[in-house]
């Protein structure tokens, strides 16, 4: 789909049987591509044409149980639902995230912890999802460490202390860590020289998902933003289901060091591995 006033980007047509790996052997995920075009606007005026949210009989038909609806800024809207003691966030008829595979998400914190130890004191997460990114963290990282979380929909943080609290262990109460309700983007460009490491999972690749606006992440001028929010020697993460030989290319010609990562999201092994970027700022 082309906006005419901003340019082309990525469509991606994800059909997931939906449920956790326990009840179902293997996910689809079919992925139609169309030539991007990064946004060269750096207001981000984008035009969110959001998909259309599942019925409740569509996933009651998935033996799954709607817990709640949370509404995402500039259109369209998240759905929390429940399998058994199994949770999975939807955007319409594509999986988020879900509570039987975490691997990946937390990989996403300690990878980088692993390159920058003591170093990583100031951290900003994007998309607060189920917490095993913050987890993760907060387990690596020193206690004298900061942990900033952006998180777009405010539904997000209420299920962290609702239903989802089971997963996040008291994480939103921990002194280092504070939630920031706004776009991760405006985060990032409020801020010089700030982060000694960016965490982004906010869409499930690098593309905008959730909202369109997110083409602002991926796009060269947004890496180069990422890179300057970054002090010397951090790190931008981004995780991914899919790889993506375009985004690495972005990343190089913003400046960075690209190290691709593949992780497992479950420990079976069962499903496609998923990647992440780790792309260094020189000293």
């Given amino acids: 789909m082309q906006d005419p006033r901003t340019g082309s980007f990525r469509v991606f047509d994800f059909r997931i049987i939906h449920g956790p790996a326990s009840e179902f052997s293997?996910?689809?995920?079919?992925?139609?591509?169309?030539?991007?075009?990064?946004?060269?606007?750096?207001?981000?005026?984008?035009?969110?044409?959001?998909?259309a949210p599942p019925s409740t009989s569509q996933i009651d038909s998935a033996s799954g149980v709607l817990v709640d609806i949370g509404d995402i800024p500039g259109g369209g809207q998240l759905h929390l639902v429940r399998y058994g003691e199994d949770y999975e966030i939807l955007l319409g008829e594509?999986?988020?995230?879900?509570?039987?595979?975490?691997?990946?998400?937390?990989?996403?914190?300690?990878?980088?912890?692993?390159?920058?130890?003591?170093r990583a004191r100031h951290v900003l997460i994007g998309g607060l999802g189920m917490g095993f990114t913050l987890a993760a963290a907060r387990s690596a990282l020193p206690r004298e460490a900061t942990i900033v979380v952006a998180e777009l929909v405010p539904s997000v943080v209420t299920w962290a202390r609702g239903p989802l609290a089971h997963f996040f262990h008291g994480a939103l109460d921990d002194p280092r860590v504070s939630i920031d309700l706004r776009d991760v983007h405006d985060v990032i460009v409020s801020h010089a020289s700030a982060f000694d490491a960016i965490l982004l999972d906010v869409d499930n690749g690098p593309d905008g998902l959730v909202t369109v606006a997110n083409e602002r992440l991926y796009c060269p001028w947004g890496l180069r933003a990422?890179?300057?929010?970054?002090?010397?020697?951090?790190?931008?993460?981004?995780?991914?289901?899919?790889?993506?030989?375009?985004f690495s290319e972005r990343l190089r010609a913003a400046g960075f060091a690209v190290e691709e990562v593949f992780v497992t999201p479950d420990a079976a092994g069962e499903h496609t591995p998923d990647i992440i970027w780790l792309a260094s700022k020189p000293d």
């Fill in 226 to 246: 990422a890179r300057a929010a970054l002090r010397p020697g951090g790190i931008l993460a981004v995780w991914s289901a899919y790889p993506d030989d375009g």
């Fill in 94 to 118: 594509e999986q988020l995230m879900g509570s039987w595979a975490s691997r990946s998400e937390e990989a996403l914190a300690s990878l980088v912890y692993e390159r920058l130890g003591e």
């Fill in 26 to 51: 293997k996910f689809v995920r079919l992925r139609s591509r169309r030539t991007l075009e990064c946004n060269s606007r750096r207001d981000g005026g984008l035009t969110v044409v959001p998909p």
